[in-house]
């Protein structure tokens, strides 16, 4: 019976399905930066409409009441497969999903999922994962409202954790690893570079102690890390041991600091009780969001790689200006475990990094107050250059003792670099260092 024959006698307009992806030419794979053009999309489902429009619905019409029970068997796990087509907009939409088959070409990862925040995509991972009595093991340190949700929101729930620096050897990572097995260990999380110190993780050396520790079954706990600051262009996990990688992407991906969102990518078993967390407590991104993603992926390769050619030129002047102490960017990374890391992990140094003063916070905020370009603000990985001082702004929250033994400094300011010209932004860092 064919499709028409079907409608015929049931009365029913079967569900339009898109055209198949081109992802390969002449036997050749297609790259990241060409498929942002179109994959996932059919512009025949949109009345010819060359870019997604904004589906701007609370919910979907079912074809037939079969249909919509069909869904709900999905939903709820009475039928393997999961849900199909679209019901209700805090589950998902055109638009997101769209985008969330984008974002998972970028590291070639099973299913990806779009998220309100980075921080509701981290928190909806971690209440997917985590249950009272388990622990957490991570390496520090992280971006400061993720150590407030694990330590202090989680620990009143009895989640437990135990972490080691980001820079730790195979030896250190297996010594906090064996130390946590004693208990029940259901997530392992990273973040590398580490905000603000841009100390990179071992994630093989961490994958391979996961393996020798807790075995390479699916009960070993997955590794999930934030990629915010390198990826995807300049680092990809996923290739290293990692499950999981977790986005801010409002930085490189939104890229223009004008919306706030957060994903997550990686294999598709972990996936599944991260969308059913989403789908019951709605960290979903919205349509106006992911459409707006969508438009600056197409442009992500190109943003990031002038950000990441000016950063270079800023940091070779930043180097050796004689009220500089330390510049903490990884191109500068030489002969020691920081390098080796850096060479089998990354390939590009980023945009954004630590620039050390000589001085504390006075000096810092003297540089910080005379920039003319480049703006006083949080954040990173827009058009434009951000500097803030970590120390008394975004890990404010953190105790003072840990702070220390983070690095996390008065004299430390962060920089994160964007897609002005070069000359120009070394021209403002340099009459503001003459202030300090």
């Known amino acids: ?74 939903v709820t796990g009475k039928r393997p497969g999961g849900a199909e087509g679209l019901v209700y907009s805090r589950f998902n939409g055109p638009d997101q999903e769209i985008l969330e088959d984008r974002l998972s070409v970028w590291e070639d990862a099973e299913e990806a999922l779009s998220f309100s925040s980075g921080m509701s995509a981290i928190a909806t991972l971690l209440l997917a994962t985590v249950k009272p009595g388990d622990t957490i093991v991570h390496s520090g340190p992280l971006y400061a409202a993720t150590e407030t949700l694990i330590a202090r929101i989680l620990g009143r729930f009895g989640v437990n954790f135990l972490d080691f620096p980001a820079g730790a050897t195979r030896e250190e990572i297996d010594a906090v690893m064996k130390k946590a097995a004693e208990g029940h260990v259901s997530l392992i999380y990273l973040e590398s570079p580490a905000n603000p110190t841009n100390a990179l993780v071992d994630v093989e050396a961490v994958a391979a102690s996961r393996d020798a520790i807790f075995g390479k079954g699916p009960d070993a706990p997955p590794i999930a890390i934030d990629n915010t600051f390198l990826g995807p262009l300049w680092q990809q996990p996923l290739k290293h041991g990692a499950d999981l990688v977790v986005y801010s992407l409002t930085k490189y991906a939104g890229g223009h600091s004008d919306l706030v969102a957060g994903g997550v990518v990686g294999k598709k078993a972990l996936i599944d009780p991260i969308r059913l967390m989403r789908n019951t407590i709605g960290t979903i991104t919205d349509p106006n969001t992911a459409w707006m993603l969508l438009r600056s992926l197409e442009t992500l390769e190109l943003r990031m790689t002038r950000a ?62 005379a920039l003319k370009i480049a703006k006083l603000a949080v954040s990173l990985g827009g058009t434009e250059t951000l500097a803030s001082h970590p120390a008394g702004m975004t890990h404010l929250s953190v105790p003072e003792e840990r702070k220390k033994a983070l690095g996390i400094t008065d004299n430390l300011v962060r920089i994160s670099i964007g897609v002005e010209d070069a000359d120009e932004l070394i021209a403002d860092f340099e009459q503001a260092l003459a202030a300090v």
């Open 308 to 369: 990441g050619e000016n950063a270079a030129k800023v940091c070779a002047f930043l180097r050796d200006h004689p009220k500089v102490e330390h510049v903490g960017y990884l191109g500068f990374l030489e002969g020691d475990r920081q390098a080796d890391i850096y060479k089998r992990h990354c390939t590009g140094a980023g945009s954004t990094f630590s620039l050390f003063l000589k001085g504390g916070e006075a000096e810092a905020f003297r540089f910080l107050d």
């Open 1 to 74: 019976m064919t499709k028409e024959t079907e409608a015929q006698l049931t009365g029913t307009t079967p569900r339009r399905k898109p055209k198949p992806d081109i992802d390969t030419i002449n036997g050749r794979r297609l790259k990241p930066s060409t498929l942002m053009m179109g994959h996932g999309y059919d512009p025949m489902l949109s009345e010819g409409s060359l870019k997604p429009p904004i589906f701007l619905t609370s919910t979907f019409v079912f074809e037939n009441a079969a249909a919509g029970k069909r869904h709900f068997e999905g």
